[in-house]
Antibody, heavy 117, light 111 residues
């Protein structure tokens, strides 16, 4: 079945960077986009951006422009999201999700990123 | 401020029906049919319930249905069951920013 498996919990200091991985299986990796979203504790969903694994084209949310980089490795069917210059309010659960025509499905299990001094 | 407006909470008794609204603008909900709904149980990843306004993926109960009128989309859950207690999020494509926008979520309590 289609599955997205993310890397584990991260604890970072303010100003550091974090790179989260998302291993996809069960479908043709290059035929669907991968979106990255996050959810701060007790809050709603926020989209960081999207990448097309076929050609590497990205679209980042304006809020994260300059701080986020999304990449893919088609040889390992893995997507990556790097967020730099971490702040306390970047503490959140980060999700990768397969996206096609607005259907965000399925979702990875989530990666908790905690920014703490 | 979330781009789409949802009620913070709704509640209903087992067997009843409830409707959750999702209000946007002509740039998103009212301007295309890329509206989808997601269910999220505590400490779980969201799950796709409805896509393209009113379509259900295979495996999703027909107790869940979606609709849209002008700039407001709606999710209706009929025959409420205790396991329906969860958070529900809507999303839509916003043509002006070429991005997906979300609602803040609605907490459903089954009394």
């Amino acid at each position: 079945q289609i599955q997205l498996v993310q890397s584990g919990i991260e604890v970072k200091n303010p100003g550091a960077s974090v790179k989260v991985s998302c291993k996809a299986s069960g479908y043709h990796f290059t035929e669907n986009g991968i979106s990255w979203l996050r959810q701060a504790p007790g809050q709603g969903l926020e989209c960081l951006g999207w990448i097309n694994p076929h050609n590497g084209r990205t679209k980042y949310a304006e809020k994260f422009q300059g701080r986020v980089t999304m990449t893919t490795d088609t040889s390992t069917t893995t997507a990556y999201m790097e967020l730099r210059s971490l702040r306390f309010d970047d503490t959140a659960m980060y999700y990768c999700v397969k996206e096609w025509a607005g259907r965000f499905d399925p979702w990875g299990q989530g990666t908790l990123v905690t920014v703490s001094a | 401020q979330p781009a789409l407006t949802q009620p913070a909470s709704v509640s209903g008794s087992p067997g009843q029906s409830i409707t959750i609204s999702c209000t946007g603008s002509t740039s998103d909900v009212g301007g295309n049919n890329y509206v989808s709904w997601y269910q999220q149980h505590p400490d779980k990843a969201p799950k796709l319930l409805i896509y393209d306004v009113s379509n259900r993926p295979s495996g999703v109960s027909d107790r869940f249905s979606g609709s849209k009128s002008a700039n407001t989309a709606s999710l209706t859950i009929s025959g409420l069951q205790p396991e329906d207690e969860a958070d529900y999020y809507c999303t839509s494509y916003r043509t002006s920013s070429i991005s997906w926008v979300f609602g803040a979520g609605t907490k459903l309590t089954v009394l």
